[in-house]
Structure formats: C-alpha cells, structure tokens
C-alpha cells in the first residue's frame, strides 16, 4: 500500500517545500510563517519548572540551556553564540548544539556500499580522508523549518533531497525539543522516501555545568562522570576512523567510566591517555557501547542513565537516558581560546581568565549508534543505519534530567570561598 502511493507523497512533498522556501528564508533572518514568535536575536524560547531552554532553527540547534545551581545562581550550561545570525557567519564553530546528519561522526574513505552499489560522500575532514558529520554541507549547517512552537516544545523540519553531499534518495527529517520539569526530551525521525540509504543523527550539544563561571578553573576536566554500562568502546586510527576491532575498557583503565563514576582528567597524567583521541592527542575522543542487552528486555526511560555527568561547584547532575547503543565522549581537546563564550556564560569582572573557551573547557556527550557501522558489515548493525523506502523511519530518543547533587557540591565547596 505504501509503496503504491509513494509517487504521490513524493509530488505532494516537493510542492510543500516549495511553498516553504520563502519561509525557510525568513527563518534564517529570525522570522517565521508560522504565527510563532521569535526573539530579536533570532532564537525561540521553551522552559519548565526549573529549566528554559533556546533553539535557532540552524542547525535545530539548542543554543542555551539555564539551569539553576546549588547556589541559587542560574546558568547557561551549553554552548553557543549570542544572536542566530552568527551560526551561519562563522563556518569555523564546531558544530554547536545541532543535529549532525544526514550520517553522523566519521565515514571512512568517504564511501560505503548498500546492495552492492558504492556511493561516494563529500570529503570534508583530514584532507578528504573522510566524511565528518554529513559532509560540508551537513543538517547542522542548514536552516530548518519550524513546524510547530508552545510554550514548552518545538519541532523543526528538514527535507534532504537525493544526491545532496553524494548520498543516495530523498530524505525527511523531524526533530521535537520538549521541556518538562527539570527535564529535556528530544524525538529525532528521519523517512527515507526513494532509495535505500544511511541514516544516523545524534545531539551535538557542547557542555560545562558551571556555565564557564568557576573560578578555581576554565577546564570541565573535574566534572564527575560514569558511563555504568560501558564496558567496551570502538577502536579508531589516528584520524579516529574506526577500523572494526571492539575493545574492552578494563576496570581502572583510562578508558573505564563504568566501574565507578570519577573526574574526566582524573587520569591525565598517565602516559596511556596520550593517543587515546587519535595522533598526538591526549584526551577523549571516543564512542563507546552501551550494553543493556544482557538484561533483558527494557525501557530505556525506566532502566538507568546511560550516562551521568555532575559538576563539583555548580552541584549541577545531568542523567542521561536513551533508547541509542553507543554514546560518544569528546573532552574539547582542539579547543585553543579562538571561540568566545556568550554573554550568559564566563565572568565580566576577572581580567584574568579570558571569556574565551580553553582547550578542555567543555564536553560533548553523543548518543548514537555505533561509528561507521556503514563500512562495518561484520557488526550486523544494518537495521540501525540503512534505511529504504517502506521501511520503518529512523528514530532516535533520549531525556536529559536534571538534578542537584547537593553532597557532591558540599564536599567541594566546603574547603573554598563561595565567588558569584
């Protein structure tokens, strides 16, 4: 039945984008056709009980979050620009707070092969070595539509057309943003409308709890985190390319974040974490498993986080539940003092800690599949990245709950003087 209608959605779909491109332009400039609201800096704001949140519709980007601390002080704890108009004027940010697509993390080569056929993808990272997050033109680098905005949600739209960035079919993409109390909650689907082809998206939302106003530090490197069950994690090159070896996080390595949650640089004097991000990297750059299988069956709401990360000053815990099978951990290690913090974020009135983010100044936390399943046939994660016409759309879930570890916060604050 679905196929013998396709012709017909296809022509109606292009006829709608089509009608939406004047729109799609407006949003670009902080506008929309949709009778929502927008701010004078181009951003759309949603909250809840303890939690507000904004989104630009480039990229379907979060560009702040505020969250208040253990001290009564709210803080932006993501990072971002001040006005919308900048994401797309500056083409050296890393990808801050969007939706990498439509392949997520690295392909290697730049191809893959679906039915025999091999597709070629725009080169973009390492010299044309590989595909990083889409390619040049990626879902992060593009305005989106907005489709739907309350008081506590938004939805953004993305239609990908066959060809674009070299891969194959029509693609349409929706993302929902929601807030709860204390809660953020996001639905990622993705419908591949005319040709088999790879789908993988994931959040790519840059972190530190303490909205760069610690003053003991501008690192993110003594925040807590644990990754309960992620007892192995893929093996990469020197360029972070995986190479099909899965390898396992033996307890009280520099790798292991599940036995026990500890400080991110808690082991970065030891000579084992140089080259652990790729060449002459010392640091995380690293996807790895989640196992819940062995369980049984599960709901990925009620089961356990697959990750929690907190902060020593701010008291701030952020848990993180997801229905994805990989989770991928960057530790900021390129940052180099070129990006500037927003207006919400760093101190005004100490000259000496530039507003600016230092290297290992922030994390991002991905949930996703696993990396380059695509040219990994031996991993059997076919179902988890091809995607044709008739088949189920792709989808990707996950909550961020917040809360406040108060005896985690107490411990450190106890031997310092409290600094607003």
Known sequence: MFLSILPLIISELHSVL???LPIVALAQNG???????????????????????????????????????????????????DNASYYGIDRQHPHFGGVPGRYANRIK???????????????NENGGLD??????????????????HTTDSITFSLFDPDGEQGFPGDVLSHVTYTLTPHQWH???TALSLTKKTPIMLSSHTYWNLDGFQNPDTPSALNHTFHLPYSGQRVSTDGILIPDGII???????????????KQLGANFSSPDLEGNCGTNCTGYDTCYMVNRDQDGPYDWREKGPVATLASPYSGIQLDIYSDQQAFQLYTCNNMNGSMALKSTQGFFNDTNRPRVVEQYGCLVMEVEDWIDAI???????????????????YVLQASYNFSLNKTLAAAYNSTRTWVL
């Open 186 to 188: 996001f639905k990622m």
């Open 247 to 261: 390898l396992p996080n033996q307890e009280n390595s520099v790798n292991d974040f599940w036995s026990a949650p």
């Open 18 to 20: 089509a009608a939406l």
């Open 31 to 81: 506008t929309v056709g949709n009778g929502s609201t927008v701010s004078p800096d181009g951003k759309y704001e949603i909250s809840s009980e303890g939690i507000r949140a904004n989104f630009i519709p480039y990229g379907a980007s979060i560009s702040n979050l505020f969250i208040t601390d253990v001290h009564g002080v709210e803080r932006d704890i993501v990072l971002g620009f």
């Open 131 to 148: 595909t990083l997050h889409g390619g040049s033109n990626g879902w992060d680098w593009r305005n989106w539509t907005v489709v739907a």
């Open 109 to 123: 080569n730049s191809t893959f092969s679906i039915d025999g056929e091999t597709f070629e993808v725009d080169a």
């Open 375 to 393: 040219n990994q046939p031996e991993w059997k994660r076919s179902k988890k990245n091809i995607f044709g016409p008739g088949d189920d759309p």
